[in-house]
């Protein structure tokens, strides 16, 4: 019996290690791919390139443009940190106040916010960009930044309100026999023990407004004010003939790297916060 579980471990660990390569190899071929010529990669599927070739992530970085990838990764920054912190931010706000208020029209507001979650995006896009048209904040980023001010990420709020509901509320109460107020009670109390359901918004955001190419591409108009996804959109010509495809996976790999690292630091509290959403002791 010992050595039928076994073997079958074995299995299972060989099952899940190939299921793992199949997966990874895309992004290991990708890896690969940004060290070969143009010619070599639509050559062979095989991931080792015949020779490491730096060029690519050099006359890449550089870019076509008066500008250096630098410069891009400076501007996405720029976009993608006030991101974060106001979906934090207002998404905590948010539901604390559903979780922990009653307020008139509570069911109202909160059945409109589940109604946001199910509308399509691509449906607000006309007449969001005639507003900040008419707000004359085009080509700035202003569009893409302010409106996760005012919580407008329904999924997150409905997140972190799952959250709020399964602590105690006998915590508040204590709280407030101690001395703490509303706002102190939520910074102190409640927040730390959310803080997976914090974590996974943030990274979250972040990883979706660091890949967010739609967005820059409607209000920013100026090259000098472009994100990294529009940057390399631009090492491509109109026909998408003519470029050096080497250099435009080296810096999409380079792109990648922000998101990656983020997530391996926050990996253990994001996935707690999927798959748990308790109260710790």
């Known amino acids: 019996m010992a050595a039928r579980k076994r073997i079958g471990r074995i299995l299972l660990y060989f099952v899940m290690i190939l299921v793992s390569i199949v997966m990874l190899y895309p992004m290991i071929w990708l890896f690969g791919a940004s060290f070969k010529s143009n010619a070599d990669i639509h050559s062979s599927i095989w991931f080792m390139p015949s020779s490491f070739n730096w060029q690519p992530y050099i006359n890449g970085w550089r870019t076509g443009s008066e500008y250096t990838m630098t410069h891009y990764f400076k501007n996405t920054f720029l976009m993608v940190i006030p991101i974060v912190v106001f979906t934090i931010v207002s998404s905590v706000l948010t539901a604390y ?43 700035t980023y202003v569009p893409l930044v302010l409106p996760h001010l005012f919580a407008s990420d329904g999924v997150f709020i409905f997140l972190l309100i799952q959250f709020f509901r399964n602590i105690p509320k006998e915590l508040d109460e204590a709280a407030r026999i101690d001395g703490c107020g509303r706002f102190k009670t939520l910074i102190n109390i409640l927040v730390p023990v959310i803080k997976p359901g914090v974590v996974s918004i943030g990274l979250f955001s972040f990883m979706w407004s660091m890949n967010d190419f739609l967005g820059p591409l409607i209000y920013v108009s100026s090259v000098e004010k472009y994100p990294v996804t529009i940057a390399l959109r631009m090492s491509m010509d109109a026909t998408g003939a003519g470029y050096d495809e080497n250099q435009i996976i080296a810096m999409s790999i380079i792109s990648l790297i922000p998101s990656i690292v983020v997530f391996a630091l926050g990996q253990k509290q994001f996935v707690e916060g999927l798959t748990t959403g308790s109260v710790k002791g």
């Open 97 to 139: 106040g559903f979780a922990r208020f009653e307020f008139p029209g509570k069911k109202l507001c909160f059945s409109l916010l589940i109604a946001t979650m199910l509308l399509p995006s691509i449906v607000l896009r006309i007449p969001q960009y005639v507003m900040w048209s008419q707000f004359k904040v085009l080509d």
